[in-house]
Structure formats: C-alpha cells, structure tokens
C-alpha cells in the first residue's frame, strides 16, 4: 500500500493476481493516459500501477510504443496504457509514429486521461490535443499534473480554457489529489465481466538492436503494436501484448535491443537494457532474434548465456532470411555452425524466417509454446528411476581415491524449471564431465529441446 497526499489515502495497486491475469486475458477496462510531450504521463502511469515499469527522463519523446501496466481502486481493476507526447503536422519521423500510436490507444480505452502540465500553464499543444479529443466518443478526464503546493493548484485553472467540465489538479510525482481523480475514474469505466483465470504463458522476444524484434511483434499481430524504424535503439520499454489468433495464447514481449556496456551511453539506453534483461528474468521462454546477414555475434552469445543462465526456454530466430544468397546446403552449413558456437547447450531449435515477408513466423510461434510446454513438464518418480538407473549402472561414475560411488534414486524437483536430483553416497566426487553424461542422457531419453536443465548430486 501507498499513502497518496496529506489525506492518507491508501492506494493499493499493482496487485498482479488474480488482476494481472485478467490484464493478459483482455478482460480488464482500459484507461489511456494522453497528452503532449513532457507533462509526466510516464511518472502518473508508475504511480498507478505501483512500480517504476515506464522509463522516466527529462527529455521529451522517451515513452514512444503504448505502454500497459495494471492498477485497482477501490476493490476495481483496469489496465492503465501509457502513450507518447502528441505532436500535430511534424516531420519528425518518430513524432508521427508516435501519433499513431496515441490514435490507437484512444480507440481501445474505455476512458481517457487527458494529462497537462500546471507548472508550465497552457500550451499550444495542449489545445491540439483537446481538440484531437472532442473527435473521440470516449469519456474524458482532464488532469493538471505537478500540483505540488496550493498556488499551483490555483495555476490549475486556467485549464478550463480546454473546454471540459472539471479539472483534476494532482502530483503524479507525490500522489497528491490522485484520490478524487480515481474515484472519478471508477464511476465511469464500464461494468468488468467475470471469466474464468487462466495463466498464460510469457513469451518474451530478445536479441541485440534492430534484428526485427518489433517488426516480427508487429507482423504477428496484424498491427502496428510497436513503432519500426530502421534506427538501431526504437523501442526503449519492454511492451506486453496480450496474443490469442490462430489457435494460439499467451504473453508477448518485445524488448529493447541489447547492447555492449561500452557502446550504452545514455541514462535512458541504460535503462532500456535493464528492462529487456528484467524481461528475460520474468519470462517462461525467449525467442532469441539473430540478424541472418550479421550472423551470431558476441552480444547475442551474451544474451543466450543469459536466457540459460535464468533457465528460460528459448528458441533462436534467423531473421532476414531473406536476404541470403542460398544454395542447397546454406541453412545446414549456417545451422551447424550456429550450434558449435552456443556450444555447450547446443539442444536448442533454430528457425530461419522473414519478417517482411512472413515466413515461418507463425511456425515460430509453435514451437515456442512446445517448448513451453517441455519446461513445464513434470517427470514421475518412478519414470525416471525405471529409465535413468540402469544407465547409471551400465555407466557408472569413475572412482575416485579407491572410493565406489552408488547413485540409488532420481526425482524432479518442484522448481519453475526442470531440476533433477540424483541421490547418491558420496556426491562430492561426481565430476563435471560426468554429470554434463547424465544431462545428455535425459535428453536423450526424455524431451527437453530448448530448454536448460539442472542437474544436481546430493547425500543420499
């Protein structure tokens, strides 16, 4: 809980369960959070939901795709969408993007926050976004933002000029006011249907700047979810999309490209990359996006070190497929020499696409939620001991000082991802050598392709 404003008003948001389900299922209202640039839309939107989730920067143009997070007032859910500042008739090619973007967001909420900035009084801008707003159908709140003290309350005023019927003067930066604005918020949102909960599972797409990462959101959607340019560094926030077409439901996440440490300058790249890395830590399966033409490098072995490290699926993605001059070996000899370089977890599916011209994206699609499905998989007891333990004694371990090892019993532990522990007289001497054997031979013998399993020796 937070306090918000000298009434001590507690708001509880952020609670992701069973709310965050309801979010990724689609059932929620949504509340679109609008305005110019710099006015701190971001800031009001980590105030909602609970959690610093957009990137927040002094310079104008941070946010650029619609950002969605999950807040509750008063016992009532409903998805919070952040947008880029509005501009009207630029040339700059980001701006328009971003207008896109904004459009889009007013067309999905049920209610709109149109957010303007007290400290700075009217702008311009403010009146082009008032009257973008008048064209839309959905209910409109106007909120003054950076209403710090009494005599900023007062600046507030000045508003009403817009031509709406109330002005909400609050603090995004300490919560202030926030409490009437929500109760407000509620009373016009419309009625939340009951469905079933379900978990989805969370597909996250990774890999270094401009592989294609948002082009291939985009292309699986069916819409411009994500802005694409052929500029390295667009997509800055991690953006959760909610997929159910084809046969198909989960989670999606695009993510900002990762780059080198020594090549990330700014605060705000910086920041970006943290929240791709956060992203991988949250998902159940990356897929892991490699430009055909630049082959693998060292960054995306970095980030596939990572995604095994976290003991997420993963699925590699050839993109730009394309573009490579082919003949009938090519995608074997390309293959081959992609796994010598994940080497050691080299039981890893890789698929060569085309974004643009949509090729086995949807394929790509299925085997992620295969595997998916083989990282979640539990293994009985007794399976695994009726498979494993002959192995075992048919190759036993290498003695070590004279001394015999024993392993008599195998079971899955009940963590998130496929661990094993292997019960034996003395673990200590089971060498490293002989227990990346015993991983290859429960992948030999079960299926685990794309996923990182751990294998452990304990004290019997």
Known sequence: ????????????IGRFLPSKVRYFCG????????????????????????????????????????????????GRDFTVVDTGGFVKETDDRFEKEIAKQ???????????????DAQSGTHELDRDVAKLLRTSDKPVLLVANKVDNPAREMDSYEFYSLGF???????????????????????LLPVEEEKDEVE???????????????????????????????????TRDSIDTHYN???????????????????????????????AIKSIENSDVCILMID?????????????????????????????????????????????????????????????????????????????????KLRTQRIKTNKLNEVMLPIIEWTPPPATKGKYIKI?????????????????????????AYRRFIENQMREKFEFTGVPIQVFFRKK
């Open 165 to 187: 019927e109330k002005v909400f003067a609050i603090s995004a930066m300490n919560g202030g006011g926030t409490g009437d604005l929500l109760d407000e918020v509620i009373n």
């Open 200 to 234: 989805l599972p969370r597909i996250s797409v990774v890999g270094r700047p401009n592989a294609g990462k948002s082009s291939f959101v985009n292309a699986l959607l069916g819409v411009e979810r994500n802005i694409v340019t052929e500029v390295a560094g667009t």
């Open 245 to 275: 077409s084809f046969g198909f439901e989960f989670t999606l996440v695009d993510t900002a490209g990762i780059r080198k440490k020594s090549r990330v300058h700014e605060d705000l790249e910086f920041y970006s990359v943290m929240r």
């Open 408 to 432: 008599k019993y195998v079971q899955q532990l009940p963590t998130h991802a496929p661990t094993f522990a292997y019960y034996c007289n003395l673990p200590q001497y089971i060498t490293e």
């Open 27 to 74: 059932l929620m209202a949504i509340v679109a959070i609008i305005g110019r640039p710099n006015v701190g839309k971001s800031t009001f939107f980590n105030r909602l939901i609970g959690r610093r989730q957009a990137i927040v920067d002094e310079f104008s143009g941070v946010t650029r795709d619609r950002h969605y997070g999950v807040s509750d007032w008063g």
């Open 1 to 12: 809980m937070l306090c918000w404003g000298e009434d001590k008003i507690l708001l509880k």
């Open 102 to 116: 904004v459009q889009i967001a007013m067309d999905e909420a049920a209610l709109i926050l149109f957010v303007v």
């Open 292 to 372: 055909a033409e630049e082959g693998i490098g060292q960054q995306d072995l970095n980030i596939f070190g990572l995604i095994e490290k976290n003991r997420k699926g993963v699925v590699i993605l050839v993109n730009k497929w394309d573009l490579i001059e082919k003949d009938t070996n090519t995608a074997k000899a390309y293959e081959a020499d992609l796994r010598e370089r994940i080497a050691p977890f080299t039981d890893v599916p890789i698929v060569f696409t085309s974004v643009t011209e949509k090729q086995r994206i949807h394929k790509a699609l299925q085997i992620a939620l295969d595997v998916y």
